[in-house]
Nanobody, 125 residues
Framework: QVQLVESGGGLVQAGDSLRLSCAAS???????MGWFRQAPGKEREFVAA????????VYADSVKGRFTISGDNVKATVYLQMNSLKPEDTAVYYC???????????????????WGQGTQVTVSS
């Protein structure tokens, strides 16, 4: 079992920045992690993913150049630095663990096995 706890969400204005954290526990931290988000009335969508070594990273086109995913293996924590936030970034953000690790870095919800409870990000215009 893997337990994930997100933090760092909040209410900000357009153009502001936020950093989300996701602390993992329960298993040795050697699996890929991803961030997803879900806006009201919409399906959960991929945001970013990182391999446990940090050598593979992938972003959704909608956040490329604005968001940065990173990890700290010592702390077993993954971060999502979000800059230049837009109102359309408003959503509940979830971190997810691909454990046991798949062959490729996943970008769909079905490729992840464990999920956090989510943290709300609201961007006002």
């Amino acid at each position: 079992q893997v337990q994930l706890v997100e933090s760092g969400g909040g209410l900000v204005q357009a153009g502001d920045s936020l950093r989300l954290s996701c602390a993992a526990s329960g298993r040795t931290f050697n699996y890929p992690m991803g961030w997803f988000r879900q806006a009201p009335g919409k399906e959960r969508e991929f945001v970013a993913a990182i391999s446990w070594t940090g050598d593979r990273i992938v972003y959704a086109d909608s956040v490329k150049g604005r968001f940065t995913i990173s990890g700290d293996n010592v702390k077993a924590t993954v971060y999502l630095q979000m800059n230049s936030l837009k109102p359309e970034d408003t959503a509940v953000y979830y971190c997810a663990a691909d454990y046991p690790a798949g062959a490729v870095l996943g970008t769909t919800t079905t490729e992840y096995d464990y999920w956090g409870q989510g943290t709300q990000v609201t961007v006002s215009s």
